[in-house]
């Protein structure tokens, strides 16, 4: 029994192969999932849309690249974390606490470790997001907001999912 | 749950245990939260926090999720709560139709989609899990109150023991204890940049301000004047589901349990 359940158990999986990205697009980047480890990829100025993890830690590990990295925990009195992370640091990330990445002009790369062996993460903005699953009219009277602006929250991003391009009014594309 | 670990196994004193009333309260523009102090021994031991809620009537409990599953249990009142599952298709769904509907004849715009939304009244439990966003509304003619256990020992957290609200709106809040004393606290989109969000979500920065709750001084309970508009199966037809899963449910009791 151990042979068929321990002996030939597959323990390695190869996840920078670009066609093994579960999440792309050519603009922002891409994010390869293996159970709990995933490797996203930010292009250059690309943000990683703020989102919490639900149900485990995440260990952050830079493995290319810079981002300015920021983390929210409950209080919201400001960042828990708002600093620019490069390559070889180290960034524990609490569960349910909200995070956000913006690439530097050479792009972003990490490996995050997660705390749990069916990771969930719960997206802010864009597809699958947290607004997408609101009415309008809780978004409109929880914000204050008009109609018209709680539909730009909710669709704002339009089909995006987790990894974003910059907007081009951002002008904060890198010239070459 | 598992078993604690050792080294967090202590003594429970069960000579001291006592009955105790809520010691915090959060008064918000259309309810109030009271709090039964965590920190008190036997909720410490039994790795629980408990709170009750109240929602005046047209009252909107804004979205927050917390590190650990909640029980709640609507000690009165009736009106509709969802929980946003991440993934989850939006599968209440109002399309243009080409027969308008009275809402959409009075210039109230219904097209919209979201996730199921469910209808609570008195005697429900709802079920809770760690780190999914929840709101409640109350459509009904008289206030909510509902009890909510949260089981802050449970696996599902892996934060430390104490219950951690994270909401998603409403801000700032002033919080009165037993003892007076006062504290501010914000939502989770205080804690990043302005420039940031608004990049992320396509929305101008006034926008962002505004999700960030500056100046808005209502609380995490807030009055909808013109009452909530969403998605939602006409009441005859909610009367009737309701009706169906009763009878089911009487059903069942009368074959027993397999």
Redesign the interface.
Known sequence: GLEEILCNLRNRENIRNPDRADVYSREAGSVTSLNSQKLPILRQNAHYAPHWNINAHSILYVTRGRARLQISGNQGRGASFDREVRRGQIVVIPQNFVVAAQAGSEGFEWVSFKTEDFPLVSPLAGKASVFRGLPEGVIANSYRLSDEEARRVKHGRGEEFLVFRPRAQGGRVAAA | RQPRRQTERREWRLERLEAVEPSRRIQAEAGVIEYWDQNQEQFQLAGVAAYRTTIEPKG?L??Y???APRLVYIIQGNGVT?S?????P?T?QSFQQSEPREEERRGE?LR?Q??K?HRFREGDVIAL?????T?F?NDGETPVVAVTVADSGNN????DQTL????????PERRESSEGEEAF?????????VD??A?????SRE?IR??Q?HD?RRGNI?R?ERG????RPERRQERQEEEEEEEERRRRRTRGTN
Do not use: M
């Open positions: 909107l804004l979205p999720y917390s590190n969802s946003v599952f991440p993934g989850c939006e209440f715009s919209d979201h996730q939304i899990p760690a780190g999914v966003t709101w509304y599902a957290n892996q934060l951690r609200r994270f909401e998603l709106a409403g801000s606290s914000g939502n989770v989109f205080r804690g990043l940049n940031v969000l990049e992320a979500f396509g929305v926008t505004k999700l709750g808005d807030v909808v909530l508009q969403f998605v």
